[in-house]
């Protein structure tokens, strides 16, 4: 077999997943270039939680950060996350706005996106793949892994075949809360070779400390790709350190050769930046986490509750809740636990403990019930359905969410003219999915924390990096979310899972 390659997440899921996304361009770009020379088969750059970080805390426009990492990394194919029919947000768009995105994107720079659907619900990830395709990039169909009683090797197998009919050039194994066990992980990566026979990538986070072994079994297993990051932006609740991983795999015959004083020198330049981010950091990201065990949600999922249940002064309600997201997930059809779901689910589960079981139903997670996501993978509860029918007399719908929704293009330039802002695509998409954040973007200069996008003349390859000058963005770390139901207001504090 042959030598297994690594992508770099260090400027995606690794800073999304230890310092809720906020490390800026300019504290990417000076390790752009190194980490450009160093053969990754991909470098996770963009998507996922970082548009709405650019635009909300960072002051920055994300596609001219795309086209800034492009220029400082020109020979590395450069990764993005795309969450299917929500593009980068919580709710379905209609194709053309999807269509739109994924044009300008790939005109930005984007190479290969991976693409995937909270619920696996493929429909929600065909007019993504057929676009992506159409620009000529690389689409890679992501199979969302989750541990419920309907989620097999075999139905994910299935999916995986499903994707390849689509057309996807390659197959991601999307371990988001790194519940995969070596022993599974090395079974799909065996079947998934075998029946689908496209290049498989595995993506996992060491969360609860299994990340590692399950990429080792996936190698045995003949995986093509693993992802790793740099420390200290790695392990804990982002991906397995590269030379970790690399140590790991000292002596066998698929351990591939990366420069491991580079890979020394990236680490030190981000220590520098790790420190930079240090309000935005947490000792609760970088242990391993055995309660996501036990409970089986997402390590970051369960931070969150952790402090929301305090604000809520339900701190002692704690294994309660939890307990009820399994009920909550079984309700609505052992749906995987991802954004936008796993806010969804934890905070109907909280609303069950506090208000009682159902008596106050979050609209989205109504909104799952009834299909709106997509197709949950399991049966939603009859008894559940009835509730919501008798409560607002709505019924699940059939068909796939997206084709309900008309075409918004020409209606997103027009607004966007009537406000005196730009009108291209970036524009449009970036202003359906975030109007005010993007809106913000184009006023006047006040005190808004605009990073400059400053494309450093790169540093010669062997020398390490100066630390980047300049410290974050004074926001607060996750987001708040109020749901409003017969009155009652319930806030969330979330965490984008990806
Ligand atoms: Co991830």
Known sequence: MKTVQFNNTVLRDGHQSLAATRMTTAQMLPAAPILDGMGFAGLETWGGATVDSCLRFLGENPFDRL????KAAPQTPQIMLLRGQNIVQYTSFPDDVVEAFIRADAAAGQDIFRIFDALNDTRNLITAIKTVKACGKHARGEICYTTSPVHTVEAFVKMGIELRAMGCDSIGIKDMSGVIAPRVAYDMVAQLRQRVGLPITLHTHDTAGLGASSYLAAIDAGVDIVETSIAPFANGTAQPDTLRMLALLEGHPRCPSYDREKLAQLREYFTGVYKELGK???PDN????SDTLIYQVP???LSNFRNQLKEQNMADKFEQVMSEIFHVREALGWIPLVTPTSQIVGTQAMMNV????WKTIAPAAADIALNKYGRPPGTVSAELIKLIFDRTGQKPVEGRNADALPPRMPKLREELAAKNLPTDDEACVLHAMFPQEFAKLHAPKVAAPATPVVVASP??????PAPASHAAAPTGPGKRYRLTVAGQTTEALVEELN
């Open 459 to 464: 540093p010669a390859a062997a020398a390490a």
């Open 280 to 282: 935005f950091t947490s």
């Open 67 to 70: 086209r800034a990492l492009k």
């Open 286 to 289: 970088e242990r391993v986490d």
């Open 299 to 301: 390590g970051g999922m």
């Open 354 to 357: 506090k208000f009682g079981r």
